[in-house]
């Protein structure tokens, strides 16, 4: 099976993570403004990928500055997009956390784990 580079896992995963509980957005190297709450796929390897994302632990429930206190919505609990991408492909899902809460994810790179959590 072919492997992708820690590197290119690394900025792939690194960018998904970080957007979506950054609370602001940022620029890529394209020029693209990603808002907080976006996810993100890169095929940054010299090979197609099939690459995924599922949300492992979210709260049901979060306090919000005031000391309200609000529902995580279901489907952002249980979150899980994987996507086909040929090298140098990109793909990116605007929103698709909505809630100022930290997700745990689980990565995969064709259906399995990264090498680092093998």
């Known amino acids: 099976m072919p492997c992708v580079t820690r590197r290119a896992l690394l900025r792939c995963t690194g960018l998904a993570a970080t957007v979506s509980v950054a609370g602001c957005g940022l620029r890529s190297d394209d020029d693209v403004f990603l808002s907080a709450g976006s996810l993100g796929f890169a095929n940054l390897?010299?090979?197609?990928?099939?690459?995924g994302v599922r949300v492992v632990d979210a709260p049901e429930t979060y306090r919000t500055d005031d000391g309200d206190e609000r529902g995580v919505p279901l489907p952002q609990r249980h979150l899980h997009a994987s996507v086909s991408l040929r090298p140098g492909d990109t793909v990116l899902y605007p929103d698709a956390f909505t809630e100022p809460i930290e997700y745990e994810v689980k990565i995969t790179v064709?259906?399995?784990?990264?090498r680092s959590e093998r």
């Open 45 to 51: 390897d010299d090979l197609p990928h099939r690459l």
């Open 110 to 114: 064709d259906g399995a784990p990264p």
